[in-house]
């Protein structure tokens, strides 16, 4: 039973435009999530997170919106650019004891973002 | 240099057979993860470490094994390999008491015929 779903497989913007990726969860224990971004041939990068005590996370053209009692979040990328390019994981986890996620993250199976010029 | 590496990047093996898949961290990390990932599907957990004594099954631990031989390294075996043991195995480090984030390594791809 997938606990962290990514429904859309892929997802294709003009340069410029929002991006929207989206993140469903079914476990209510999960009180912390994650996005990670992919490169072909490269491992996971930490991209940005948030706990459950917040709905809304900004880094720069990234935000993240959770929406607990809908068990929904989403990754906005304004202005979207190619090198965004990459796979979007959602990863979702209990907090731990300093705050931050614990050990133990629950992947979704990613969405394909391709950012056409 | 790279914060996380594997060895090797690519390995091709036949059934039956023992493979190693080596992980070094420069970071200084206590804990230490082991992910496979097979196409269309998320990460999931093989094991993991939060120091040099400490080992832990995660959800698919069965058919592979793993050893803490340092802090800055973690390898991960498959005793007897099997086809459906074709994936792409990555390392990941992070440091204790929760984080925020997993240092990722590059990921070895490792085909069973």
């Known amino acids: 039973d997938q606990q962290v779903k990514q429904n859309s497989p892929s997802l294709s913007v003009q340069e410029g435009r929002i991006s929207i990726l989206n993140c469903d969860y079914t476990?209510?224990?999960?009180?912390?999530f994650l996005w990670y971004k992919k490169y072909p041939a490269e491992g996971p990068t930490f991209l940005i997170s948030?706990?459950?005590?917040?709905d809304k996370n900004e880094d720069g053209r990234f935000t993240v919106f959770l929406n607990k009692s809908a068990k929904h979040l989403s990754l906005h990328i304004v202005p979207s650019q190619p090198g965004d390019s990459a796979v979007y994981f959602c990863a979702a986890s209990t907090i731990g004891n300093s705050g931050g996620s614990n050990y133990k993250l629950t992947f979704g199976k990613g969405t394909l973002l391709t950012v056409n010029p | 240099d790279a914060d996380v590496t594997q060895t090797p990047r690519n390995r091709i093996t036949k059934t039956g057979k023992r493979i190693m898949l080596e992980c070094s961290q420069t970071k200084g990390h206590d804990r230490m993860y082991w992910y496979r990932q097979d196409p269309g599907l998320g990460l999931r957990l093989i094991y993991y470490?939060?120091?040099?004594?400490?080992?832990n099954k995660g959800e698919i631990s069965d058919g592979y094994s793993v050893s803490r031989q340092a802090q800055a390294k973690f390898s991960l075996s498959l005793e007897s390999a099997i086809p459906n043991q074709t994936a792409l195995y990555f390392c990941?480090?992070?440091?204790?008491?929760?984080?925020?984030?997993?240092?990722f390594g590059p990921g070895t791809r490792l085909t069973v015929t």
């Open positions: 990941a480090t992070s440091p204790a008491g929760g984080n925020d984030e997993q240092y």
């Open positions: 948030i706990s459950s005590i917040k």
């Open positions: 476990n209510s224990m999960f009180d912390y």
């Open positions: 470490s939060f120091d040099v004594k400490d080992i």
